[in-house]
Every structure is written in C-alpha cells, then in structure tokens.
C-alpha cells in the first residue's frame, strides 16, 4: 500500500501520546481508591467495578483514530487498467524463401494463417496493424480496431525477391508513431510481432533496427517458420533456404520481445500472455480512503454503543 499524502501521516505520533494519559488516568483512579477496613459492608455499599469492560469504549475509539488518521494520508492501491491507443503491429515475410514446403502447406501459407488467428484472437482493446516486406517493407493495414481489414489485407500478399527485416521494423515504427494526431509526440504503447523465416539481406540491419526498437521502447517479438532443411526451385533452380533462427532471437531479445518457433503451436499463444502483460495492462493508484473511513465509522459506532449499553454514556 503507498499513500498519496505521506506527509500526513505524522498525526500517527499522536496515537502514543492519548494512548499514553489513557493509562496514565487509570493509575491516577487507582492511587485515589477509599480505604475501607470493613470488607463485607464495602462489598455492599460500593458500586461493582466494569473491570475489562471499561477498556473496550476506548480501544474502540482509539483505533477509529488510528483508521481515521490513515486515511486522511490518502491511502492507494495498486491496480491494472487496459491501456488506450495500444498498437500491435504484425509483419509478414513475403520474400520468395517463403515458397518452401518444410512447414505445410508452405512457410508463406502456415505464416499467413498464424497472422490471421494471431489477429482474430488478439483482445478487443488492442489495434492492429499489418506490414509486408520482401526487398522493401510496405503498410498494408495502418493500425485500427478494424480485424476484418486487416485481416483482408494478409489474404492479398504476394511473394517477392529479397528481405528486408531491418525495414520491415523501422516501417511498422513509423506507422506507431503515425497513429493518430499525437502520436509524433506521444506515440501508443506498441509491440510489433514478426513472422519470417529469418534472413535479412537487404536494407537497414537488424542491429539497426533493434537500435531504433529499444529507442522507441517498442518490443519485438519473432515467429520463426521453416526448418534447416528447406528447399525453394527459382528459375529452375533449387536453392536452399534454411530458417535463420538466430537472426530473429537476436532481434526478439535485444528489443526484450519474445522469440518463438511456428513449429510449436503451443508457443504461438504464449505470444498472446506476452503481449497482454507488457502491453496491454498499465498500474495506476487509485484512492482508497473511503474504505479506512468506512470501517472507523463501524468502529465509532461500536464505541458509542458498549458505552450507552454499559455504561449509560458516551465516551
């Protein structure tokens, strides 16, 4: 628990001073009892004593105080509130290595259908983008609360020469900090989401463009598709297309994203905790005095009342 006015919680030292007379007006009572030698007439003609009973009336009030004290300082507690204006941006390798057959049906439709389902599934409060690149990175879809488009614009990829991991990062930046009119200054909380099978051979490097990421405060987080046995035939050639793995984990970890293998569906979900607990969810404080006030109400009237009950008075 933090208080959101610290610097009155000084009151508290007042507690050990009242707590303090209380027991130094109960010894003073005591010292003042009559001498009475006669022990059977005493027990007659004097009053029973309340014993423990006295005591209660004025613990009760005692910790309305201290309630009543805490809460004055404005006590708050932390919560987790859904985040406005927050972007997912999801780039697509549509580079012609896509075309190998190690991942069914092939690299480019198992990466398309994991962007779809990664879209479909994503929460409601997220926006969503969608960047393709190849030998350059383009904006498909501009981040917007609009799945179907987005959606529809995945289903119109076409492969092309060449990969430009690099740009694709630096493209699906610019389009978070293009959001909306004060994104230039105070762009969305964003997470990009990268689905290739690895290799970056032309444009900005990847080391670039972790440096523009870490800048941005934007993560990264990669699905890698293919095995190190894929094949592709180009103009009747068969070249090989291994997954670079370590391409895109160095690219997810130098932006502190997440880096993850297609070939585990299982991990393609985790993508989603990931992103909610990075993204999606911001602490606020939030006021809590009511509550303290609440409770030494409850208190002030249990005071009030032992003390009509059994004493006929109020403390």
Same mark, same amino acid.
């Given at each position: ?11 508290? $030292?007042? #507690?050990?001073?009242?707590?303090g007379a209380y027991v130094v007006l109960q010894l003073r009572r005591g010292r003042y009892a009559v001498?009475?030698?006669?022990? /059977? ?15 209660? @009336? ?12 805490? %809460? ?28 190998? *057959?190690?991942?069914? &049906? ?35 879809? @501009? &981040?917007?609360?609009?799945?179907? =488009? ?9 492969? /092309? *020469? ?25 762009? &969305?909380?964003? +997470? ?22 870490? /800048? $941005? +405060?934007? &993560? ?10 894929g094949t592709v035939d180009i103009e009747g050639e068969t070249t090989s297309v291994s997954v670079n ?5 160095? #690219? /997810? ?9 297609? $070939? ?12 909610? =607990? ?15 006030? %609440? ?21």
């Amino acid at each position: 628990m933090t208080f959101l006015s610290p610097e009155r919680l000084w009151l508290l $030292a007042l #507690l050990p001073i009242l707590t303090g007379a209380y027991v130094v007006l109960q010894l003073r009572r005591g010292r003042y009892a009559v001498r009475f030698t006669n022990l /059977a007439l005493l027990s007659q003609v004097a009053p029973k004593r309340p014993g423990w009973r006295r005591h209660v @009336a004025a613990l009760l009030f005692l910790a309305m105080l201290l309630l009543m004290m805490i %809460g004055f300082a404005r006590p708050a507690t932390a919560v987790k509130v859904p985040r406005d204006r927050a972007t997912v941006m999801v780039a697509v390798d549509v580079s012609l290595s896509m075309m190998a *057959k190690d991942v069914a &049906p092939d690299r480019f439709g198992a990466a398309k259908e994991a962007a779809k389902k990664f879209i479909q599934d994503l929460p409601g409060r997220f926006n969503v983008g969608v960047v393709s690149f190849a030998g350059n990175a383009n904006l498909v879809a @501009a &981040p917007s609360a609009d799945r179907e =488009s987005a959606i529809t614009s995945i289903d119109r990829l076409v492969l /092309a *020469k060449r990969t430009a991991i690099g740009e694709a990062v630096f493209t699906s930046l610019q389009a978070v900090r293009s959001f909306d009119a004060q994104a230039s200054n105070d762009p &969305p909380p964003a +997470h990009i989401v990268l689905l290739s099978d690895g290799d970056n051979t032309t444009g900005r490097t990847v080391q670039e463009a972790i440096d523009a990421s870490r /800048a $941005a +405060h934007v &993560p990264v987080s990669t699905i890698a598709f293919g095995t190190p046995y894929g094949t592709v035939d180009i103009e009747g050639e068969t070249t090989s297309v291994s997954v670079n793995k370590e391409t895109l984990r160095s #690219l /997810a970890e130098g932006t502190t994203g997440k880096a993850y293998e297609a $070939a585990d569906g299982n991990q393609l979900s985790e993508v989603y905790a990931n992103i909610g =607990s990075s993204l999606g969810w911001k602490t606020e404080h939030r006021d809590v005095s009511a509550r303290y006030t %609440g409770i030494a109400l409850l208190f002030a009237l249990a005071a009030g009342g032992t003390s009509l009950a059994w004493f006929s008075r109020m403390p």
